[in-house]
């Protein structure tokens, strides 16, 4: 009979790695709901009327990308500012790993797309939001279905909602993510819910 050559080692105490702390792999549910509380679609879109008024024409267009500019920073500043107080494994395992030359290397597109998933999953009724490309050097998503988009087309009028000025929402805010990490990103639109039925974002690392 062939001798067992593991068992020697199956005999030695086994080092058992314990954690220092449970690990959480998940959003923590606090966040997405302090999100949901200050930036959910009926909030933003009640700030979008105020904007409006009895504003019409260029001078109501102009109101609303105003509003949506400022708006889209104050979100994902408040995005950012939970998320790294609410921090789970998933991202700290990303900031651990470096390249052989002790560089971290994975910041773009990890860190950037957590702080997107955590606006969007804040502020939308879907459960996922569809990443489309995820690289070194592209990050790509799609919004469908968009909360916001509906809400101001049943509250305030198709004609409104299909101006798509609430693009200055989603553009606002991915410019706050590239200004917050210095990695230096092409940032643009590639389709759009009233053309197109969805709303698609890009980021481009330069």
Same mark, same amino acid.
């Given at each position: 009979?062939?001798?067992?050559?593991?068992?020697? @080692?199956?005999?030695?105490?086994?080092?058992?790695?314990? !954690?220092?702390?449970?690990?959480?792999?998940?959003?923590?549910? #606090?966040?997405?709901?302090?999100?949901?509380?200050?930036?959910?679609? !009926?909030?933003?879109?009640?700030?979008?009327?105020? !904007?409006?008024?009895?504003?019409?024409?260029?001078?109501?267009?102009?109101?609303?990308?105003?509003?949506?500019?400022?708006?889209?920073?104050?979100?994902?500043?408040?995005?950012?500012? @939970?998320?790294?107080?609410?921090?789970?494994?998933?991202?700290?395992?990303?900031?651990?790993?470096?390249?052989?030359?002790?560089?971290?290397?994975?910041?773009?597109?990890?860190?950037?797309?957590?702080?997107?998933?955590?606006?969007? @999953?804040?502020?939308?009724?879907?459960?996922?939001?569809?990443?489309?490309?995820?690289?070194?050097?592209?990050? !790509?998503?799609?919004?469908?279905?968009?909360?916001?988009?509906?809400?101001?087309?049943?509250?305030?009028?198709?004609?409104?909602?299909?101006?798509?000025?609430?693009?200055?929402?989603?553009?606002?805010?991915?410019?706050?993510?590239?200004?917050?990490?210095?990695? #230096?990103? @092409?940032?643009?639109?590639?389709?759009?819910?009233?053309?197109?039925?969805?709303?698609?974002?890009?980021?481009?690392?330069?």
């Amino acid at each position: 009979m062939t001798a067992d050559p593991f068992k020697e @080692l199956r005999e030695q105490p086994y080092p058992l790695y314990i !954690a220092p702390e449970a690990y959480s792999f998940d959003l923590n549910a #606090d966040l997405i709901t302090m999100i949901q509380e200050e930036f959910n679609a !009926a909030a933003v879109c009640g700030k979008l009327k105020e !904007a409006i008024g009895d504003k019409s024409g260029n001078d109501a267009v102009k109101a609303a990308e105003e509003l949506f500019t400022g708006l889209g920073k104050q979100w994902m500043s408040k995005t950012i500012q @939970l998320g790294e107080e609410y921090s789970d494994r998933t991202i700290e395992v990303v900031f651990e790993t470096v390249d052989r030359n002790g560089e971290q290397f994975m910041i773009f597109p990890h860190v950037h797309q957590r702080f997107i998933e955590i606006a969007y @999953l804040g502020t939308q009724d879907f459960m996922k939001l569809p990443m489309i490309l995820n690289n070194m050097t592209d990050l !790509a998503y799609r919004v469908p279905q968009c909360a916001l988009f509906n809400k101001i087309k049943e509250d305030i009028g198709e004609e409104c909602a299909n101006q798509m000025t609430c693009k200055s929402y989603c553009l606002s805010a991915l410019d706050t993510v590239k200004n917050h990490i210095d990695i #230096d990103l @092409l940032v643009n639109q590639t389709a759009s819910t009233a053309t197109d039925g969805y709303c698609q974002f890009a980021m481009k690392k330069i």
